[in-house]
């Protein structure tokens, strides 16, 4: 199983979107989710979302700046994050974790992806 994501370098204020595939079957079983990791810190939820996208969770510094989305036919789930600050600095990972909701991802995810710097220049 893989989760493959690509992340990039951006201005404040700038936008970027990451995608993450997953190679996992019966993709839809899933809840996925985003992770951030900044130098020194522990990797914590930033946004995640239901099998059928209907329910989205966010972490209270990124609520109305990203957005996440996911497409079970093409097994992909996406992060748009918009208004983007030097804070949101950090390796970005998604993950999947089955038996679970959005509000409470985090407790014993399935599959990571391999992270994905997202660097945000002042």
């Known amino acids: 199983v893989q989760l493959q994501a690509w992340g990039g370098l951006v201005q404040a204020g700038g936008s970027l979107r990451l995608s993450c595939a997953a190679s996992?079957?019966?993709?839809?079983?899933?809840?996925m989710g985003w992770f951030r990791q900044a130098p020194g810190r522990e990797r914590d939820v930033v946004a995640a979302?239901?099998?059928?996208?209907?329910?989205?969770y966010y972490v209270d510094s990124v609520k109305g700046r990203f957005t996440i989305s996911r497409d079970n036919a093409k097994n992909t789930v996406y992060l748009q994050m918009n208004s983007l600050k030097p804070e949101d600095t950090a390796v970005y990972y998604c993950?999947?974790?089955?038996?679970?909701?959005?509000?409470?991802?985090?407790?014993?995810?399935?599959?990571w992806g391999q992270g994905t710097q997202v660097t945000v220049s002042s």
């Open positions: 993950a999947a974790e089955s038996g679970t909701t959005p509000q409470n991802m985090g407790r014993a995810i399935d599959y």
């Open positions: 996992v079957r019966v993709f839809s079983k899933y809840v």
């Open positions: 979302i239901s099998w059928s996208g209907g329910t989205s």
